[in-house]
């Protein structure tokens, strides 16, 4: 999971030279209704199990991401 301003942030990075780019804030704020509507719509909401590790890619590249993946399942 990363943060929404992260996840925007790189959203707009890959669209920017796209015809369809909008600005970073745009995208900011389409993530989080979205977030928040699939966080409380009634039928199968996404929420955190009590159980789920939780690992923040905010800052972090793919490799690290793995690695910390598979030091939490040994």
Do not use: C, W
Not at 9 to 28: M, P, W
């Amino acid at each position: 999971n990363a943060s929404a301003e992260m996840r925007a942030h790189r959203r707009y990075l890959e669209n920017k030279d796209k015809e369809f780019a909008q600005s970073e804030e745009q995208i900011l704020e389409e993530i989080k209704a979205r977030d928040i509507l699939d966080s409380t719509r009634e039928e199968s909401p996404l929420i955190k199990v009590f159980d789920a590790i939780e690992i923040d890619t905010s800052n972090i590249g793919i490799d690290e991401v793995v690695a910390k993946i598979l030091k939490n399942i040994k």
